[in-house]
C-alpha cells in the first residue's frame, strides 16, 4: 500500500466491514488475506494452536514475519466472526493498534441491524480520533453510491460466466474481484466498466466445458491451488464461487437513501450470508440458488481443517446439493501442500463422476474430454 505522507493505512480481514466508510475517511484501506504458504502458518502457529485454521495463523504470521503489506497499516480492524479470527486479532495488538468490533449473528432481527449501525458508528468515531477530522453523513452517502457501481459491475462480469462457453476463466475473474479489496473504487469503475465490455464482446462460439462451483470457507489470494488443478490442469471452468473472495460479496447492494449508518448495516447484513450468520438455512438456500443459477456441472464444497465456521457446517450444504441433485465433493484441506496429490486425485475421480452422469444424461458428445485427464 502506497500512500501519500500524510495518509493513515488501515487493514482488515473480513467482508463484513463496511469499505464505505473506511474510504469516506480518506484512509487507505486493503484486505488481509496474503495467506496460502506454510512459512506464514508456521510463523502464526507460534503464537496460536494447532487447531486454528492455517488462515488464521497466516493473518498474525504476517504480521510477526514483517511482511509489509502487513507491517504498512496503522491501525487494524476487524469485526468478531469466529472464535479464533477474534483470539488472533487480540494476538496482532502486539504488533499493531487493533480495534475489535461485534457483528450479529441473527441477521434478520430489528434489534440486531439497530446494533450492527451502532458498531458502525463505533468505527467511524475511532477512524475520526486515527484521522483528526469528521466523516461526514454526505460523503459515506457518496461512498455507497460507488460502491454500489462497483459491485454491480463485478456480478456483471460474473454474470458473462452464465454463457455456455464462458469468457472469462475463474481464475481470471480472481482479479476483478479481488482489486476491490485493495483499490478504492474511484480508481476502479472505469476499468472495470472496459473489463466488462471487453468481455461481453467476445464471442460465445465452443464447446460447453465442464461448469464448477467453489463453496464454502475463504480462498485466500494466495492459495489458488484448487483453480490450477480445475481450470489449468482438469480443463474445467470455475464458473461461480459461493465464499467471500469470491462472487458472493458482490451480490447485493446498499440503499443509497436514508440514514448511511443503518443503510450499510441492513446492506452488509442482507448480503449473501457467512455461515456464522444464523439461520444457517439461509446460507444453504443461497449455496443452492447460485448453483442452479450458473447451470453448474458440481461443486466442490470446500473449507480449511479445523474451520470452526464452516468445517462443522458442511453436512446440510452437501445434503442440499444432493437434494437439487448437482453432485458436490466434500474437501478440507490446509497450507501445507502435502495434500496437493490427494486432492488432485479426488478432484480428478470427481470430474469422471460427473462427465459420466452427463454422458448417460445427454450423449457422450458431452463430455469435456480434456477432463478425463
Do not use: W
Not at 104 to 133: A, T, W
Not at 326 to 339: A, H, K, M, R, T
Request: net charge neutral.
Amino acid at each position: 500500500m502506497t500512500k501519500p505522507m500524510d495518509e493513515k493505512r488501515v487493514g482488515y480481514f473480513c467482508a463484513y466491514t463496511p469499505l464505505e466508510v473506511l474510504n469516506a475517511a480518506g484512509v487507505g484501506h486493503a484486505r488481509l488475506l496474503k495467506a496460502g504458504d506454510s512459512e506464514t502458518v508456521a510463523a502464526g502457529e507460534l503464537f496460536t494452536q494447532s487447531v486454528f485454521c492455517d488462515f488464521s495463523k497466516s493473518c498474525i504470521g504476517g504480521f510477526a514475519q514483517g511482511d509489509p503489506f502487513y507491517s504498512a497499516v496503522d491501525k487494524l480492524y476487524n469485526f468478531h466472526t469466529c472464535a479464533s479470527m477474534k483470539r488472533v486479532t487480540e494476538l496482532i495488538e502486539g504488533f499493531v493498534p487493533v480495534k475489535l468490533l461485534n457483528l450479529p449473528k441473527l441477521r434478520d432481527l430489528e434489534s440486531s441491524r439497530l446494533f450492527f449501525r451502532d458498531e458502525i458508528f463505533e468505527l467511524k468515531r475511532d477512524l475520526f480520533e486515527l484521522i483528526g477530522h469528521e466523516i461526514s453523513d454526505s460523503y459515506i452517502r457518496e461512498q455507497i453510491v460507488r460502491y454500489n457501481i462497483l459491485r454491480k459491475l463485478i456480478k456483471n462480469i460474473s454474470e458473462l460466466r452464465k454463457r455456455d462457453n464462458p469468457p472469462i476463466s475463474g481464475k481470471d475473474f480472481v482479479e476483478p474481484a479481488r482489486a476491490f479489496y485493495y483499490v478504492p473504487p474511484e480508481k476502479l469503475i472505469d476499468t472495470h466498466d472496459k473489463i466488462y465490455r471487453a468481455l461481453s464482446a467476445v464471442s460465445g462460439a465452443g464447446s460447453r466445458p465442464l461448469r464448477l462451483m467453489i463453496s464454502g470457507s475463504i480462498a485466500a489470494d494466495g492459495d489458488r491451488r484448487l483453480l490450477d488443478i480445475l481450470e489449468g490442469e482438469m480443463g474445467a471452468r470455475v464458473v461461480v464461487e459461493d465464499h467471500c473472495a469470491g462472487l458472493k460479496p458482490f451480490y447485493n447492494t446498499v440503499k443509497e437513501t436514508g440514514d448511511p449508518l443503518l443503510a450499510l448495516a441492513d446492506g452488509y447484513l442482507d448480503q449473501a450470508p457467512c455461515t456464522r450468520m444464523k439461520t444457517l438455512q439461509d446460507n444453504v438456500n443461497f449455496a443452492g440458488q447460485l448453483a442452479q443459477e450458473y447451470q453448474v456441472d458440481g461443486v466442490l464444497h470446500v473449507y480449511l481443517k479445523f474451520c470452526s465456521c464452516y468445517g462443522i457446517t458442511k453436512k446440510p450444504f452437501l445434503n442440499h446439493f444432493q437434494s437439487i441433485d448437482i453432485p458436490v465433493l466434500d474437501l478440507s484441506s490446509d497450507y501445507s501442500g502435502n495434500d496437493y496429490g490427494q486432492i488432485k486425485t479426488r478432484i480428478k475421480a470427481f470430474i469422471e463422476v460427473i462427465n459420466a452422469r452427463r454422458s448417460k444424461k445427454n450423449g457422450s458428445n458431452t463430455i469435456c474430454r480434456r477432463c478425463t485427464g
